[in-house]
């Protein structure tokens, strides 16, 4: 009788592990269709502001070479290339949009970036990124614009 169950338990594990996964099924509200395609950094702005002020911009930097990039794939499946750090990171993203603003995310295992869209057009791409800091009783918030063309 326990040739019989040890049996039918190894059935049972070969039948379920034989299963056909489902797709992966992406909800449209986390997609963008116009981001799809390569993307090439152009543009790096750093703004800063102090307790509020209007932001000064303390740095553009231009100089990016063609591993400087972020390529957009179907099922929200992304690549970000940095030549600085000389590593390829290849991730999913998602496209988040609401009245107050539309937010990109990217995440590649612990990575995980999270932007605003600043515009998103048919040959350029505007993102930005904003942290503050209190530093000697103020408020210092620091604006990183990342500029990408087609």
């Known amino acids: 009788m326990k040739q019989i169950y040890r049996f039918l338990f190894l059935a049972f594990i ?28 152009t543009m790096i702005e750093v703004s800063t502001a102090v307790d509020n002020d209007a932001p000064t911009t303390t740095m553009s930097i231009t100089d990016f070479t ?23 990171r290849q991730g999913y993203y ?4 609401s009245a107050a603003k539309d937010v990109f995310t990217f995440k590649s295992g612990n990575l995980m970036l999270k932007y605003d869209v600043i515009s998103l057009g048919a040959k350029e791409l505007i993102l930005a990124e904003t942290s503050s800091a209190i530093v000697e009783g103020k408020i210092n918030t620091t604006i990183e614009q990342y500029t990408y063309t087609r």
């Open 66 to 88: 063609d591993q400087d990039y972020l390529t957009i794939k179907e099922n929200n499946e992304a690549v970000l290339s940095l030549s600085a750090d000389s590593e390829l």
């Open 14 to 41: 070969v039948v379920i592990s034989s299963c056909k996964k489902d797709e992966v099924v992406i909800p449209n509200n986390l997609q963008n269709s116009k981001l799809l395609g390569k993307w090439n950094l």
């Open 94 to 97: 998602s496209y988040t949009s």
